[in-house]
């Protein structure tokens, strides 16, 4: 299957700062990504969709100014979480996919302290 | 819309016990339908998928499903399970958007094996 790497893996970063996510889609082009959050002992809830070269989709109750989605190339997404705070705590997974089925980066544990 | 229920949160087997994880999909049109699992701390991994073709879907480690669409279910299966299968497990189902798959997860059954 295909290849999509997810960068860093695990990230701690003080209240208050921004901390940025990177999703890659190795070995194919995605016009469309996908940004999964998933709570301790809970499933992924999708946030948001990314569009390459578009403004991102955010599901309800995912605020877009906290959650900065940025889909430059159609290799590259980014997510970055703006002024975070210890409930902004989860891991956090990324998707990129053909019509079919969807491949998932390794995801991301972002701890806040 | 498209959506997937996993009606038990947790099923407790003994080793070596044959397990079922029930899954149903909601759906008004045609479905691709998966089964990933999550170790601890760690992320996803395809057991398998439900494309089109043959409705028993054989997988890694052992897993199978079959795809019932008279019931709507996707049941995962596995006729004698290891220690080594604890983990969470997700039924998904697949929502075409602008030419890709967008993944909606179940809310997961998480397998634990007794020795």
């Known amino acids: 299957g295909a290849v999509v790497s997810q960068h860093p893996s695990r990230v701690i970063c003080k209240s208050g700062t921004s901390v940025k996510i990177e999703c890659r889609s190795l070995d194919f082009q995605a016009t469309t990504m996908f940004w999964y959050r998933q709570f301790p002992k809970q499933s992924l809830m999708l946030m948001a969709t990314?569009?390459?070269?578009?403004?991102?989709?955010?599901e309800q109750g995912v605020e877009k100014d906290k959650f900065l989605i940025n889909h430059a190339s159609l290799t590259l997404s980014t997510l970055t979480v703006t002024s975070a705070h210890p409930e902004d705590s989860s891991f956090y997974i990324c998707s990129a996919s053909g019509p079919a089925e969807a491949f998932f980066g390794q995801g991301t544990r972002l701890t806040v302290v | 819309a498209q959506s997937v229920t996993q009606l038990d949160s947790q099923v407790p087997v003994f080793e070596e016990a044959p397990v079922e994880l029930r899954c149903n999909y909601s759906s008004s049109v045609s479905v691709y339908l998966f089964w990933y699992v999550q170790y601890p701390n760690q992320g996803l991994q395809l057991l398998l998928k439900y494309l089109s073709g043959s409705t028993l879907v054989k997988g890694i480690n052992g897993f199978e499903a079959e795809f019932n669409k008279s019931q709507t279910s996707f049941h995962l299966r596995k006729p004698s399970v290891h220690i080594s299968d604890t983990a969470e497990y997700f039924c998904?189902?697949?929502?075409?958007?602008?030419?890709?798959?967008?993944?909606?997860f179940g809310s997961g059954t998480r397998l634990s094996i007794r020795p």
């Open positions: 990314s569009n390459e070269g578009s403004k991102a989709t955010y």
């Open positions: 998904a189902v697949s929502v075409l958007y602008s030419s890709a798959s967008k993944i909606i």
